[in-house]
């Protein structure tokens, strides 16, 4: 059988086996009713301009507030110092997650949401309440050293971990499609940690250079040296790794799917639990005597980030090989080639398939290098949606939307196949997932144009690639 007709086949549908393939795409919602799309970089809000513009006003309200309220706690220069020094954390946390979060991207202006809420919501949140219970406490006792105390190890961690958690329920329930499991959690509440983070270190490093002004001490003795180690060299992960909790919750619950009610009820609220918990227990450090709070350190926040990094780090590979998994029953239909599920597997395979599409179609116009590459980041990111759907599908049944869906992602492959399948089965060769008795296919004839766009597919020569049938060389590493 010649190349030609081989890329042209009409494969079946694993689950819609009885249709064919014009029939299969024809059956796909109009465009502006796809609910999977490319994620373009720069388009980072996708709702509705209504929904988009109260989002954007109550965050905006919510931070015009909170930085009228924190200027006025820390003058002007305080504010200026600490927004300057509590910056420096927050690119490396954003990276650390979104790192995390490659095997399923997450769309930006849910991960943007997060940080404005923890940020602004949140904060505005947190100190409004701390300070009337503070106060309240005071009033009552008449103690305000113990009012101090008990607002700092009881009100503020029930109080902040709410208004965070409040985020990661929000993202839950609004756009559960794009929450699937423990990564999301764990993305979505650390972003949403590391914007209250940052609001609280403006505060206290703010605070701290007022008190260094008024008592007049510099350098490595001032207040300001000592909080900055503290708060950002020692411990920028301390809230993330309390919220992180809560979203642990809530991964879990999303794992479980409709059948496992009592588990979409109950956990959630354990990891909050969990959460305060951690959160209280490193506010009371200081009680403990002198060295409370490096005991609290060394032996249960550093364990506590290290498991926590573990879990994460296995959940990601779980992801991955929920792709080996679930991806070769529609390579067997001819959907996919047989070494794609073990390209789109591995992280490194897939950033090897990124740049070879790119070298492939960069001459003579490199813009159209940049569109083959973000045609296989597009495709890859599709590929691991029908992933994950089908094994929500298997282990939660099939919902009434499931074979639309699954017609969606398959018409977004198709329409990307003609770039994706020759790169992603050069990685595959290339990063040793399949064993090496045959050299690895070549670029494409030269010049080639991209089939990219909103037509169909366009009628080009068949790359050198091996689609369809038995490989007797695969070897899933």
Not at 144 to 172: Q, R, W, Y
Not at 304 to 320: C, D, F, K, M
Request: charged share 15%; net charge positive.
């Amino acid at each position: 059988m010649s190349e030609g007709s081989v890329q042209h086949q009409q494969p079946a549908v694993p689950v819609l086996e009885e249709q064919q393939l014009d029939e299969f795409l024809g059956a796909v919602p109009e465009r502006g009713q796809w609910r999977y799309r490319p994620r373009r970089v720069g388009m980072v809000w996708r709702s509705k301009a209504f929904r988009a513009g109260a989002v954007i006003t109550m965050l905006a309200l919510c931070g015009l507030v909170i930085l009228a309220l924190v200027r006025r706690q820390t003058g002007t220069e305080g504010f200026l110092v600490g927004l300057g020094l509590a910056v420096l954390p927050v690119p490396l946390l954003m990276a650390a997650f979104r790192w995390l979060d490659r095997v399923e991207p997450g769309p930006w202006r849910n991960l943007l949401f997060a940080f404005a809420w923890g940020a602004c919501a949140a904060a505005l949140v947190a100190i409004i309440a701390n300070s009337f219970a503070t106060q309240w406490i005071a009033t009552a006792t008449a103690d305000p050293a113990g009012a101090d105390t008990l607002g700092a190890t009881v009100v503020a961690p029930v109080v902040e971990e709410s208004a965070k958690a409040v985020a990661v329920l929000l993202i839950f329930l609004f756009r559960r499609r794009q929450f699937g499991g423990i990564v999301d959690g764990i993305v979505v509440a650390g972003f949403t940690a590391t914007g209250f983070a940052f609001t609280e270190n403006i505060l206290y490093l703010g605070n701290a250079f007022g008190e260094d002004q008024q008592l007049g001490t510099t350098g490595f003795a001032s207040v300001t040296v000592g909080t900055f180690f503290v708060r950002v060299v020692m411990s920028p992960f301390a809230h993330p790794l309390f919220t992180v909790l809560s979203g642990i919750g809530f991964g879990i619950a999303a794992l479980g799917g409709a059948r496992h009610r009592v588990r979409r009820v109950v956990l959630p609220p354990v990891g909050l639990g969990l959460a305060m918990g951690m959160h209280a227990l490193w506010n009371g450090s200081s009680s403990f005597g002198p060295y409370g709070f490096y005991l609290v350190y060394g032996a249960f926040m550093m364990p506590s980030l290290g498991l926590v990094t573990w879990l994460a780090i296995w959940s990601r590979q779980r992801e991955l090989r929920t792709l080996s998994t679930e991806l070769p029953v529609y390579a067997a239909a001819g959907w996919l080639t047989p070494a794609e599920p073990l390209a789109l597997a591995s992280m490194r395979a897939r950033g090897v398939a990124r740049d070879m599409a790119r070298h492939w179609n960069s001459h003579p116009d490199p813009a159209r290098g940049r569109a083959a590459a973000r045609a296989v980041a597009e495709y890859e990111s599709f590929a691991t949606s029908l992933a994950m759907l089908r094994r929500r599908a298997r282990h939660d049944g099939a919902g009434r939307d499931f074979a639309v869906r699954e017609q969606e992602l398959l018409h977004h492959l198709w329409h990307r196949r003609d770039i994706a399948g020759p790169a992603l089965t050069y990685a595959a060769h290339a990063t040793g997932r399949l064993r090496r008795a045959h050299r690895p296919p070549g670029p494409p004839p030269f010049p080639r144009q991209v089939p990219y766009g909103n037509g169909p597919p366009q009628q080009l020569p068949a790359p050198h690639r091996h689609y369809g049938g038995h490989n007797p060389y695969l070897e899933d590493r």
